[in-house]
């Protein structure tokens, strides 16, 4: 096996994995939409499920587009609006006064590495 088919290997296993793991949490957004709705209204966001149903769609088509290869930029910028907005709107930990809670906010804000991925 040469590098070259090495690296198209490891490129669609890279898609499948990142893509699958977008769909499956744009998914999540439409079966939860209620209790997803709940949090998003604690954190004072306006038009709860519109927004969380919105963000579900962003996941759905950033999460196809890698998947598929299909315009992956357009899909990869789309999942980065939506990881920065849903980082600075639903986890602020830096806005939380008591320390565990902030510990705890943070370590969920750290689960959006996969944004990393998409860079």
Request: hydrophobic fraction near 50%.
């Amino acid at each position: 096996m040469d590098m070259i088919t090495i690296f198209q290997i490891s490129l669609l296993l890279g898609r499948i994995i990142t893509g699958g793991f977008f769909i499956m949490n744009g998914f999540n957004h439409f079966t939860k939409l209620s209790m997803m709705a709940s949090y998003a209204q604690s954190k004072g966001l306006p038009a709860p499920k519109a927004g969380v149903a919105a963000s579900g769609v962003l996941l759905l088509l950033g999460g196809l587009s890698l998947l598929l290869g299909y315009h992956p930029t357009v899909g990869a910028i789309l999942l980065v609006v939506f990881l920065l907005a849903t980082s600075f709107t639903m986890h602020n930990f830096w806005a939380v006064k008591d320390p565990q809670q902030k510990w705890g906010r943070w370590y969920i804000s750290a689960r959006i590495s996969p944004c990393w991925a998409l860079c």
